[in-house]
């Protein structure tokens, strides 16, 4: 008798931890905070990492078109620069990667043809293709292609540093504006302050 109630008892503790446990899981966890950055110069940011000690600087610009565009069926192209260093102090990196973002409601536009070419002040800087990361599809009809380059920092600079820069990716061919520009500066100054 005493195992048999021993028994009904463990089934009866498991039963409410089971349903306990089931319970809780049919709401999902609140998502993580948002990381604030530790440091913001004009439009870049740096933002520490402390499971990985790592500090990540960023900055991000529309070269084409506007984001809130692609709801219009417009096409849009972002370049984020991105360098992360150990550590949480913000050091000078060896490279920064370019991140190009293209949103498109007419399909694909970069799956064939996904080149980089820089030129700055008229004369070119380099040529190369991009790595492709990966592709989405929205169910309002707009896809997204991603795509990244590393660039040493010496060549970032020589970009960051010029008047005018005219860039090629795939067939879409534009200018940074001074605003964007400005922008890869702050990137550089956030390092320096």
Known sequence: MRTLVKFGL????????????YGQTSEPPPPPKPLKPVKVVGKAQALYFANT???????FMDVVGHFQE???????????VVYEVAGSRITMPQSVVFFLT??????????????LSISIEGHHLLTTNTLKDRVNYSPN????????????????????KSKTVDMEFGATRFQLSPEN??????LIRIGEQ
């Open 10 to 21: 463990a089934s009866i503790l498991l039963a409410s931890c089971v349903g306990h446990v």
């Open 53 to 59: 000690n790592r500090t990540r600087v960023e900055v």
């Open 70 to 80: 692609m709801y219009q069926k417009k096409d849009v192209l972002q370049l984020r």
């Open 102 to 115: 293209s949103f498109s409601s007419g399909g694909l536009k970069y799956s064939d043809n996904h080149s």
């Open 141 to 160: 009809g707009i896809s997204s292609e991603y795509f990244y380059i590393g660039l040493s920092y010496a060549d970032f600079l020589r970009v960051a």
């Open 181 to 186: 520009i400005e922008a890869m500066n702050d």
